[in-house]
């Protein structure tokens, strides 16, 4: 079974640039999760998706941030524009229904200089 | 506020002893726990878990145990081996949001 897989790996990009992430969960995964990771900190949920559907975004900064999940499969969280502090990781999950773990993909690593 | 609380940022266990990491909640409405193993430059992989329904639960090397009365989880591992090493992450749900810790570092050394 493939894994998540989300791109880029790292960006680095200039404040108030725009930047996108792209994810593409596990094949019949309907649940979809952006998740940030501060250094030292553990993961916090930005969005979920049942499917097409944010059913949980109430962590997800809407004057900067945005996200979609078309046709229910693959999804993109953008940021614009990008601040210093928006300098983590970010980290994409799937899983097959509640209550059953989350895989998650290797993340995106973003500097914001 | 934080709800699910990891207070030992660090553990160092030699090879082939016992590595006993701790977490603490504070929602008793959490109803599922899991812990997750992360490497550098990696995401967090799922190790284990535990519904609130048990007590306990084993999966090899790893066994998970849930206190709901101390609201404390712990996670043991046995023997401990060098592969081990990394950043172990323990999480709690409620309705549909999963809530992680800050996370401990072990270090198995030889």
């Known amino acids: 079974e493939a894994g998540v897989v989300q791109s880029p790996r790292y960006k680095i990009i200039e404040k108030k640039q725009p930047v996108a992430f792209w994810c593409n969960p596990i094949s019949g995964h309907n649940t979809l999760y952006w998740y940030l990771q501060n250094l030292g900190q553990g993961p916090e949920l930005l969005i979920r998706y049942e499917n097409e559907e944010a059913v949980d975004d109430s962590q997800l900064p809407k004057d900067r941030f945005s996200a979609e999940r078309l046709k229910g499969v693959d999804s993109t969280l953008k940021i614009q524009p990008a601040e210093l502090g928006d300098s983590a990781v970010y980290l994409c999950?799937?899983?097959?229904?509640?209550?059953?773990?989350?895989?998650f993909g290797n993340g995106t690593r973003l500097t914001v200089t | 506020d934080q709800q699910v609380k990891q207070n030992s940022p660090s553990l160092s266990v030699q090879e082939g002893r016992i590595s006993i990491l701790n977490c603490d909640y504070t929602?008793?409405?959490?109803?599922?726990f899991l812990w997750y193993k992360k490497y550098p430059a990696e995401g967090p992989t799922f190790l284990i878990s535990i519904s609130s329904i048990k007590d306990k639960n084993e999966d090899g090397r790893f066994t998970v145990f849930l206190n709901k009365s101390a609201k404390h989880l712990s996670l043991h591992i046995v023997p401990s081996q060098p592969g081990d090493s990394a950043v172990y992450f323990c999480a709690a749900s409620n309705t549909d949001k999963l809530i992680f810790g800050t996370g401990t570092r072990l270090q198995v050394f030889p």
């Open positions: 999950a799937s899983s097959l229904r509640r209550n059953s773990p989350l895989h």
């Open positions: 929602n008793s409405m959490f109803d599922y």
